[in-house]
């Protein structure tokens, strides 16, 4: 199997639009997702020999096609830096932020709004990785941004990224992100999403959510935008937003 999944957000003044696109190889067979949450929660699914077609990288610039709309919705600063996060003999889990703090546009030019992007490729089961929670969250800045995950389970790991660099991440919960150079200060949280992955982020893959354990599907994801102060060496150097998630396997 091979898993693709991409997640880009975009956030404009108060408001936050988050879109999901999944891309699962099982042999000939292809099931594709899509979903979005913001303006309500939208998803569908595609299940054959093609699927939906997935976001590209050209020119700088990540574009990504939504369906009843002649323009890509497309953020600015997007490069290729892939990430290993785990690997054995066989398989490995790759992490592609590959816009870390980009203006975006769509149809509207009216609306503009910054935001993130990343891709994850998979070609082990993610219910096989033995995590029991997993933490990550992004802050963008009008100069800065840093990005972040945990896992915590059989095969722990956690890292951050300021401004594309690599950081040691040395704590992260809902109030203050912590690395070895730099401190995230996080406050007017507000709940996006908080459901069981079978209830919402997977929902849509209807008798194919079958796959995947209990247990995994059982998880609870939590969601927040928030507003953030990122420090360096004790002094303010940014503001931004903050787009952070929790999801729980008990």
């Known amino acids: 199997m091979r898993l693709e999944k991409w997640y880009a957000d975009r956030v404009s003044g108060n ?12 042999g000939p067979l292809i099931v594709s997702y899509s979903g979005e949450v913001g303006r309500g929660r939208r998803s569908r699914v595609r299940i054959g020999r093609t699927g939906i077609a997935m976001p590209c990288v050209e020119n700088g610039r ?11 919705w497309t953020w ?10 785990w690997r054995d003999a066989r398989n490995s889990v790759v992490w592609n932020p ?24 998979l070609d082990i089961a993610p219910w096989r990785l033995g995590i029991d929670a997993l933490k990550w969250g992004r802050f963008c800045g009008e100069r800065h941004s840093l990005v972040w995950i945990e896992w915590q389970g059989r095969f722990p790991r956690k890292l951050a990224l300021l401004d594309g660099e690599e950081q040691v991440l040395i704590s992260a919960d809902r109030t203050d992100i912590c690395t070895a ?9 507000r709940e996006i999403v908080q459901e069981p992955l079978g209830a919402g982020a997977l929902q849509a893959l209807g008798p194919l959510r079958g796959i995947a354990t209990g247990r995994f599907l059982s998880g609870v994801e939590t969601k927040w935008l928030a507003s ?3 420090e360096c060496e004790g002094d303010a150097i940014d503001h931004g937003s903050v787009v952070f998630e929790e999801v729980i396997w008990q």
């Open 62 to 72: 990540l574009y990504w096609h939504r369906d009843g709309v002649n323009q890509p």
């Open 181 to 189: 150079h730099a401190r995230l200060r996080i406050a007017d949280l």
């Open 228 to 230: 953030g102060e990122l």
């Open 98 to 121: 590959v816009v870390l703090n980009g203006q975006t546009t769509e149809s509207d030019p009216n609306r503009p709004g910054r935001g993130y992007a990343e891709v994850l490729t």
């Open 15 to 26: 408001a936050v639009e988050i879109e999901y696109l999944a891309r699962l190889q099982l």
């Open 76 to 85: 600015r600063n997007a490069h290729q830096r892939p990430i290993t996060l």
